[in-house]
């Protein structure tokens, strides 16, 4: 696709944090712009569940950036499949300049309080999910990709497949990191069906290389799909890759040990797994 334009929101952030009490939240949205001139206006508009304008806010873009905090009193809480409803808020940015407006981007988002406890045991740890402090089972599925040419998936085979795993009360999807990161369709329905989402990167099975080429190719990849993807309710987890710990020590390359430099030990790709995704992801 080629897209031609005098000046484009480049990026809208939108995190929400829920009290732990679950009895407020507050939705600090950023907005970064491409090619607007000083003085051009962005507007931010927060509307609830069912459309209804909660709160509205207009500023000038001071050197391509623009923000804006809403807070929720009493918010309506998305919860996963079986636990409870997954209402969703929506925010709207627009952008203009001389009284036209030049680009407009949206996010669905939900407010939910989700943590992951790890709390100890006699063989290791716990791992256990909470949604608005409600401990979740996660039972699920893994989701590979529903054609050999994705492309060819229509948005029907997405809502099918997935409002099927919701039917059988599925809590939880993974996405294999054999496969491909999904199209926003699949992250939609999971957010209005209530699957939560295990997300791996793109590694599986493979002992791959780290030199710093690779690795920088890598963290572009990376960085483009956490931010796509990290306004989803659903998105609970990143997970760096599918099985190749058991892999490289089945070939007796990965020792837990080893305090060296990661890209240059036997198991090199540890400097991606430990290294550039949790740092893409922090």
């Known amino acids: 696709a080629l897209e031609a334009y005098v000046a484009r929101i480049d990026e809208l952030h939108a995190p929400v944090a829920l009290s732990a009490d679950l009895s407020h939240a507050t939705i600090p949205v950023a907005v970064t712009l491409a090619g607007a001139d000083e003085g051009a206006m962005v507007e931010m508009t927060l509307y609830d569940p069912t459309g209804q304008e909660v709160g509205t806010a207009s500023m000038s873009a001071l050197e391509g950036q623009a923000s804006h905090t809403f807070t929720l009193s ?144 890598v963290r572009t990849e990376a960085e483009a799909q956490v931010k796509r993807l990290r306004h989803h309710p659903a998105l609970a987890l990143w997970c760096g890759n599918n099985e190749d710990y058991m892999l490289a020590y089945s070939f007796s390359r990965y020792d837990p040990a080893y305090e060296g430099d990661l890209a240059t030990s036997p198991f090199p790709a540890r400097a991606l797994y430990e290294e550039v995704l949790p740092a893409v992801c922090a």
């Open 74 to 217: 009493k918010p309506a809480l998305w919860y996963p499949n079986g636990y409870g409803q997954q209402p969703l808020y929506r925010v709207v940015a627009t952008l203009q300049q001389a009284g036209q407006e030049l680009a407009r981007r949206e996010l669905r988002i939900g407010v939910r309080r989700l943590q992951l406890l790890q709390e100890p045991m006699a063989d290791g740890s716990g791992f256990l999910f909470e949604v608005n402090n409600t401990p979740v089972f996660c039972g699920g599925v893994n989701w590979i990709p529903a054609d050999l040419f994705p492309p060819r998936i229509p948005d029907e085979s997405y809502r099918t497949l997935l409002e099927l795993t919701a039917a059988a009360n599925m809590t939880m999807i993974r996405v294999w990191g054999g496969g491909i990161y999904e199209a926003d369709i699949f992250y939609d329905l999971c957010d209005e069906l209530g699957l939560l989402v295990w997300q791996d990167f793109m590694f599986a099975c493979g002992l791959y290389p780290a030199h710093p080429d690779f690795r920088e190719s």
